[in-house]
């Protein structure tokens, strides 16, 4: 008697196990490359003010021409490889790539930046080593009083290793 109750209960979730992934669907995604975090959908922000360059300071910028690719973020990004949210059951992906044309240009940013430069006029910011604002970071103080944006290389510990930039 036990065993035929057992059967019973066996297949029953057996079927309803197979009633649900017949019906199920895959979920679609869709991955979209953007050089400004202000391009993403669901992240409200004006304009980018931290701007990493491809290239060292001395090769971004020559005669007081930009010759680098570079990303702008405004805001904290807690990962330079980009982010991704659910609507509905799609996936949509945003990767940060460096654009703007130059040396670069459509490369990943994460791990790829070798200077910085800071034109919030009134936010101070921090490039971590690691995702999530880990391990060794550097401090890029705001502009400076008469708008000046300088930029500066990346200490060598992050030169072409960072992942994630926050208001300092």
């Not at 400004?36 to 004006?46: A, G, K």
């Not at 799609?90 to 940013?109: A, D, E, I, K």
């Not at 080593?129 to 200490?155: M, R, V």
Request: charged share 10%; aromatic share 16%; net charge positive.
């Amino acid at each position: 008697m036990r065993s035929a109750r057992f059967r019973a209960k066996s297949a029953a979730f057996v079927m309803s196990f197979a009633a649900v992934t017949v019906t199920a669907h895959p979920a679609n995604a869709a991955e979209y490359t953007v050089t400004d975090n202000c391009d993403v959908p669901w992240i409200t922000c004006s304009y980018g003010d931290l701007w990493l360059f491809y290239n060292s300071k001395d090769i971004a910028v020559q005669g007081g021409y930009i010759k680098s690719a570079y990303t702008t973020f405004y805001g904290n990004v807690s990962d330079h490889w980009g982010t991704s949210q659910y609507q509905g059951s799609s996936l949509t992906t945003y990767r940060y790539v460096f654009g703007n044309g130059g040396n670069g240009n459509g490369q990943y940013m994460k791990n790829n930046a070798a200077s910085v430069q800071n034109c919030a006029p009134d936010d101070n910011y921090r490039v971590y080593f690691s995702s999530g604002y880990g391990g060794t970071s550097q401090y890029f103080a705001k502009n400076g009083p008469y708008g000046d944006c300088n930029i500066t290389n990346l200490i060598t510990a992050l030169k072409n290793n960072n992942a994630s930039s926050h208001f300092a």
